[in-house]
């Protein structure tokens, strides 16, 4: 009789508990054990093309790295919100080497609809304050083939431009 027959469940559950924790454990694998998360940041925002049905945006990513080895991101998919609404979806496959305790820059493509550009005009024609709030979430594909995830909020506000002399 194998030990799989005999109604012993103790070796699969602590199988399953050992993937489980070493999944868990290799989040941030392709940086360093203990390595601290990369921050990605809009640095740049500018339009590309607009059409009906899609428009499109070239942005520039600011990508920092807090720890003391450099490494290595070879692509990214992000989702972009602005004024807490959905906005953008974007790509990346550009390779940009972050340096130790420094930035990098990515170059990469975001994608609208109408809706999601609708609803920015909607919220400034109803006369809200011309304050440009942004989250950008999604995954770093690290060379070494992990993805990393990210998360990060940025604000600014126009009407600081307009009260300037």
Do not use: H
């Amino acid at each position: 009789m194998s030990y799989w027959t005999r109604g012993n469940t103790g070796f699969p559950l602590i199988a399953a508990a050992v993937l489980a924790v070493a999944a868990a454990l290799t989040g941030c694998a392709g940086l360093p054990p203990g390595a601290q998360p990369p921050s990605v940041t809009l640095s740049d925002f500018g339009i590309a093309n607009a059409g009906i049905f899609e428009q499109q945006f070239d942005l520039r990513l600011r990508i920092q790295n807090p720890n003391p080895d450099e490494f290595k991101v070879d692509g990214i998919a992000f989702d972009l919100e602005v004024n807490d609404q959905p906005f953008a979806r974007g790509v990346g496959n550009q390779t940009v080497l972050v340096p130790r305790y420094g930035s990098g820059f990515m170059q990469v493509e975001a994608v609208s609809t109408l809706g999601g550009l609708l609803r920015q005009f909607g919220r400034l024609r109803q006369g809200e304050k011309p304050v440009f709030k942004y989250r950008i979430r999604g995954s770093l594909s690290i060379a070494s083939g992990t993805r990393v995830p990210f998360d990060e909020r940025g604000e600014f506000d126009f009407s600081a431009l307009a009260s300037r002399p």
